[in-house]
C-alpha cells in the first residue's frame, strides 16, 4: 500500500478518464492541480475513526473517475473488493441511458431514454431516463449482498456508485444497501448526489452516520484527493 500510495502521490494524484453526465451527472470542466481548502469533517465513529467513505459533487466533476482509479489501486494492493459503478451510454455521439458496470465486468442497463417499463412493472422516470429496475437489481443486488455477507479479518471493500434518484427506486437496493453499511466485515466506498430540491431519505441517512467520512470533490481538489481517500478506506478496514 506504502510504495502505491507514494506513487500516487509522486504524480500528484492526478485523475482523468471518462466523465459521466446525466439527470443527476451533467457538468465538467477542466481539471485543476489547485490545493483544496480543508473542509469541515463529519463526526467520528464509534472507534474514533470513520468506516465508510462517500465521494459527493457537483453532477459531472469526477466522483466516479476517483471511484475507479481508488479501487485499482486498492485491487493492486490485495483488497478484496467488489462492488459497481454507472456508466452513460452513447450512441452516435448522444447519450441515450446509463449502464451498470461490476468491478469484474458485467454490464446490465439501469436506463434508456424514451424506454418502457416491462409489461406489468411501473414506470420509473428520471426526467427522459426510465429506469429498468429488473436489470438494476439483477446485477447490483447480488454484488451488495455478496459484499454483506464478509466477516472477520481482511474486510473486504464493496464500491457502490451511486445512491441516487435512479437506484433509490428500489426498495431491495435500499435494504440491501443499508445490510451492507451494517455488516462489520465491509467498508463501503461509494458516492452520493449533492443536496438538491427534495432530500433523499437515504442519502441523508448515509450523511448523518457517524462512521462516514465524506469527501467533497470539487474541480480544484479532484486532482489532489485520490491518496486520501485510499488512505482514509484503509483507515476504515483497520
Not at 457538468?27 to 468506516?51: C, I, V
Not at 457537483?58 to 479501487?71: C, F, R
Not at 446509463?98 to 469484474?104: I, K, N, R, Y
Not at 429496475?133 to 451511486?162: H, K, M, W, Y
Amino acid at each position: 500500500m506504502g510504495v502505491a500510495l507514494r506513487r500516487l502521490r509522486g504524480r500528484g494524484g492526478g485523475a482523468s478518464g471518462r466523465r459521466r453526465r446525466g439527470p443527476a451527472h451533467a457538468g465538467g470542466g477542466t481539471w485543476t492541480a489547485t490545493r483544496p481548502r480543508p473542509g469541515p469533517r463529519p463526526p467520528p465513529g464509534p472507534t474514533g475513526m470513520a468506516r465508510h467513505v462517500f465521494l459527493t459533487g457537483p453532477p459531472g466533476v469526477g466522483k466516479t473517475t476517483l471511484i475507479q482509479k481508488a479501487s485499482e489501486v486498492l485491487k493492486s494492493s490485495g483488497v478484496p473488493i467488489d462492488g459497481f459503478y454507472t456508466e452513460e451510454v452513447r450512441q452516435a455521439g448522444r447519450r441515450i441511458g446509463f449502464d451498470v458496470v461490476t468491478l469484474s465486468g458485467t454490464r446490465g442497463v439501469l436506463s434508456r431514454i424514451g424506454s418502457e417499463p416491462p409489461p406489468g412493472k411501473r414506470e420509473c422516470r428520471v426526467g427522459q431516463y426510465v429506469v429498468d429496475l429488473t436489470s438494476f437489481e439483477q446485477l447490483a443486488l447480488p454484488v451488495l449482498r455478496n459484499a454483506g455477507s464478509g466477516s472477520g479479518p481482511g474486510q473486504r471493500v464493496c464500491v457502490i456508485d451511486e445512491i441516487g434518484k435512479m437506484e433509490l427506486f428500489s426498495q431491495p437496493f435500499i435494504q440491501a444497501v443499508r445490510q451492507t453499511l451494517s455488516t462489520p466485515g465491509t467498508v463501503v466506498l461509494g458516492t452520493i448526489p449533492m443536496p438538491k430540491g427534495k432530500p433523499l431519505a437515504l442519502v441523508e441517512e448515509i450523511r448523518n452516520r457517524n462512521d462516514v467520512q465524506v469527501f467533497s470533490v470539487t474541480k480544484e481538489n479532484r486532482n489532489r484527493l485520490l491518496p486520501d481517500i485510499v488512505t482514509c478506506v484503509q483507515s476504515g478496514r483497520q
